[in-house]
């Protein structure tokens, strides 16, 4: 078997997969692929492709025609990427964004691998249990969509999504409910108190605001309240402890922060090229030496 280290050689051979973003220069996608592939011993590629927004279609028929297995999508094109694409898995239909796209001869179906990458976190950092949980949601957008889809998946029996602008979150409970009639969503306005009374009633608190991720960034709520009973997770990966999760840890809540998911993301869409589980370990490392 290869090693993880071992620089990727492309032969004529060569199985490829990327990411297509604008930019793209950021993502640590590329680094986490290859060394799985590597750690594999498998001839795969892991590539970035700029693309922008104007030249989204011909580039992902492009890639559709060149033969490649599948491809991640990020920021601008998550949404935009739908149109262009022949089928979407439930998720990805549930929450109307694509990370992963598969590629079977030359047949373009769209995942979003987000929400599992999400709950698997959960799960391997506090063994969470779903269906016994109360689950507050802060911001009510993209990640919150894919998070609080996925929650009712797994049999979350309540949620309260509370964002800045209510119009949102309502807008959000009301798509949420259409899918998952056995689950309760309900809205907070952005207040104070109304944080304070979200707290007292939850267990597992998200925020899937980017408050936090700029220098000088404050915490997106006032943390009175949180107790060791509570989990409270962060997106946010950079930095890794934000000033919510200081405050939270300071107040003995049990803390995670984005990085799983976004590691588990990745394996999740690892499998949905490969039919392989994905070396979750070696992703892992690969992944840490990025941030
Ligand atoms: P998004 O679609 O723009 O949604 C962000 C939400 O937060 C919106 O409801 C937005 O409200 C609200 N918001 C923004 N700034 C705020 C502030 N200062 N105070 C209160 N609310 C605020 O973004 P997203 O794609 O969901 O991403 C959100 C965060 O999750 C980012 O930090 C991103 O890096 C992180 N993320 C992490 C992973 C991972 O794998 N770990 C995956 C996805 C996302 P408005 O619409 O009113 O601005």
Same mark, same amino acid.
């Given at each position: 078997m290869t090693r993880p280290d071992t620089p990727i050689s492309v032969t004529g051979a060569t199985t490829l997969v990327g990411i297509i973003g604008h930019p793209v220069s950021h993502s640590r996608s590329p680094q986490m692929h290859n060394a799985a592939f590597s750690e594999r011993g498998m001839n795969w590629a892991y590539v970035p492709f700029p693309v922008a927004p104007e030249r989204l279609e011909a580039a992902v028929r492009g890639l559709a025609a060149s033969g490649l297995r599948g491809f991640n999508v990020t920021i601008p094109h998550k949404e935009a990427v739908l149109p262009l694409l022949d089928q979407l898995s439930p998720e990805a239909e549930a929450i109307g964004a694509v990370n992963t796209v598969v590629i079977d001869d030359g047949r373009l179906t769209g995942h979003n691998t987000d929400g599992i990458g999400f709950v698997r976190a959960l799960h391997e950092a506090h063994?969470?249990? *779903?269906?016994?949980s109360k689950v507050l949601i802060l911001g009510a957008g993209g990640s919150a969509r894919a998070v609080a889809d996925q929650l009712a998946r797994e049999g979350v029996p309540e949620m309260y999504l509370c964002a800045r602008r209510q119009e949102q979150a309502e807008a959000l409970a009301g798509h949420l409910a259409a899918r998952h009639p056995e689950c309760l969503f309900k809205t907070l306005p952005w207040s104070p108190l109304d944080h304070r009374c979200g707290i007292n009633w939850a267990e597992l608190i998200v925020n $899937? $605001? *980017? @408050? #936090? @991720?700029?220098? #000088?960034d404050g915490s997106p709520i006032d943390t009175n309240g949180i107790s060791p009973g509570h989990i409270v997770v962060d997106l946010?990966?950079? *930095? *890794?402890?934000t000033p919510l999760l200081a405050r939270c840890e300071a107040l003995r809540a049990r803390c995670l922060n984005g990085f799983g998911m976004l590691l588990h993301q990745g394996a999740a869409a690892f499998t949905l090229w490969t039919g392989q589980p994905a070396p979750v370990d070696a992703m892992r490392r690969a992944l840490g030496e990025t941030i």
């Open positions: 063994r969470f249990r *779903p269906r016994h $899937t $605001t *980017p @408050m #936090g @991720m700029k220098e #000088g946010i990966y950079a *930095p *890794p402890v």
